[in-house]
């Protein structure tokens, strides 16, 4: 079985790849064609299509054995584990909430089922995508299950310990944000139930399938609950018509009346979350364009 599949030494995905992962994606990218062909032989699959828009991973539909499936891979293999690892926890406890893995190969890639019509939240009402989201977050809170693997997770407290070697770029444009930032992760962390949070839910990783909204993509993060709202607050900002300050504020609201969180938690992990967001993308890219997710940062920095 043969893969036909290249990747554009000029796009924007090959740039991110590099950007994040230096000589190592640059490798990477360059046998990804070759790894993509053993993976197609690997599980037998054809007419292996990249999705547009690739951000980190390749990800890309195929068939197998005439079913429509999904092959992600990426150059990080820890990272693509915890994924693996995470949707097989929260398939275990959970109907109809994640997407259903299909196979791995315990190092660099899964394969799981092609959601259809595969329309993500993005696309959708921003009122009835905010509530979408929040029913997952109530959703993924209530399972209250065994942990086989924790020290395959890490803390968020481990993400947050990053801001204290923020680079130069960072410091520049975020100021006095990052020391804050930092001081409200350390002190809500003392009271926090840690639980097991999916890290990047938004409007993008939500995907319809069916009669359901499955979630996709997690990362796998050691965290308190409220925290889980952060990744949204600073996406699908288009659908915010009256502006940021006021969108973020409705979602922060919308939000703690469907999770039962508390919205002051939701806001001060939002704040903390997006400034780390910023500090990650100026890290990686000192000309970043942080501007739209600063003024979600500003518009929860009040509270
Ligand atoms: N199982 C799936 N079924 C249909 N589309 C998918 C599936 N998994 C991913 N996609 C599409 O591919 C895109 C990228 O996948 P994702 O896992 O979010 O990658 P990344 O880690 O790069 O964000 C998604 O936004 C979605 O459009
Ligand atoms: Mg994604």
Known sequence: MTSTVTVRSDSQFARNVVSYAGALGERWLRDLPRRIEELANHWQLTDITPFENLS??????AMRAGESVVLKVSWDNAAIQREHSWLCHYAKYTKNM????????EQDAYLMTKLIPGTALNRHDEERATEVLGRCIRALNEVVAPMSDEDLFPSTAVWFSQLQ??????????????DRAYAISRELLQSTD?????????????????????????????GDPAHECAAMLRNALHGLHDGIANGVQRRVSQLAATTGLEAEKISAWGYAQNVLSCVWSLDADPNADIAPVMAVVDALYSN
Do not use: Y
Not at 56 to 61: E, R
Not at 98 to 105: D, F, G, I
Not at 196 to 213: C, E, K, S, T, Y
């Open 194 to 222: 840690m639980r097991l949070l999916h890290g990047d839910l938004h409007h993008a990783n939500v995907i319809r399938h069916g009669d359901h909204w499955l979630i996709t993509d997690p990362h796998g993060v050691m």
């Open 165 to 178: 070697v923020a680079g130069d770029a960072s410091k520049q444009a975020l100021g006095e944000h990052i």
């Open 98 to 105: 994640v997407v259903p893995v299909l196979s791995t190969t």
């Open 56 to 61: 980190f991973n390749f990800v890309g539909h």
